[in-house]
């Protein structure tokens, strides 16, 4: 079955306690993507990546880092939380490079607390 | 101005009417549009994409796209209580290496029985 998979699916941590939240996909797929969602703002870009070890930011990169040394795998890494982090995570993924131009699939979702 | 608005609802209407969710979008050069299902709790499910202006049909669902308005609209004929849930408008924008997709904050449908 193709999917996106996220591990943990919840997570309750403290603060500056390092994490990390694993994204995996079975599309073969150039391109994935984190997001936050909050209520009232929406679905916010972290980083990307359009293939293996080429990231870039979104729109609220700060605090966040990830890696791309396989196609299929995009982790997110909080060096040091904090509660201002406290967040619903979506990764997704798309096949073609212009990821924001096509259709992206979207994984179940992390939600952290950040105590 | 955000780069996509959405009314955020929530918008009620009664079971097999038409439901129609509007969205707005302030930047010329996007490319690609597409509507976004989500329950609660659950993740966004693609539910139309239009890349042309005009209307594309896909079973109970019609998007349109005029970018001339910078507007693209989703109907939803024959509403069901199965079809309450979040909408998200999401628009693609291509940059060199900044393609991507901005989200609006979505708008609560109620389908009520």
């Known amino acids: 079955e193709a999917q996106v998979t996220q591990n943990p699916r919840y997570l309750i941590t403290v603060t500056g306690k390092k994490l990390t939240v694993t994204c995996s996909q079975n599309?073969?797929?150039?391109?994935m993507s984190w997001y936050r969602q909050d209520p009232g703002l929406g679905l916010r870009q972290i980083y990307y990546?359009?293939?293996?070890?080429?990231?870039d930011k979104g729109d609220v990169p700060e605090g966040y880092k990830v890696s791309r040394k396989e196609k299929r795998n995009f982790p997110l890494i909080l060096e040091s939380p904090s509660p201002n982090q406290t967040s619903l995570y979506f990764c997704?993924?798309?096949?073609?490079?212009?990821?924001?131009?096509?259709?992206?699939?979207f994984g179940p979702g992390t939600r952290l607390l950040v105590l | 101005q955000k780069e996509v608005e959405q009314n955020s609802g929530p918008l009620s209407v009664p079971e097999g009417a038409i439901a129609s969710l509007n969205c707005t979008y302030s930047?010329?050069?996007?490319?690609?549009f597409f509507w976004y299902r989500q329950y609660s709790g659950k993740s966004p499910e693609l539910i139309m994409s239009?890349?042309?202006?005009g209307d594309k049909e896909d079973g109970r669902f019609t998007a349109q796209l005029n970018k001339a308005s910078q507007y693209v609209s989703l109907l939803i004929r024959d509403s069901q209580p199965s079809d309450s849930a979040t909408y998200l408008c999401?628009?693609?924008?291509?940059?060199?290496?900044?393609?991507?997709?901005?989200f609006g904050t979505g708008t609560l449908l109620a389908v009520q029985p």
């Open positions: 930047d010329r050069v996007s490319q690609s």
């Open positions: 999401a628009v693609g924008r291509a940059g060199g290496a900044t393609n991507k997709l901005i």
């Open positions: 997704a993924s798309s096949l073609s490079p212009a990821g924001g131009l096509k259709t992206q699939y």
């Open positions: 239009i890349y042309s202006n």
């Open positions: 990546s359009m293939n293996v070890e080429v990231t």
């Open positions: 599309m073969n797929h150039e391109y």
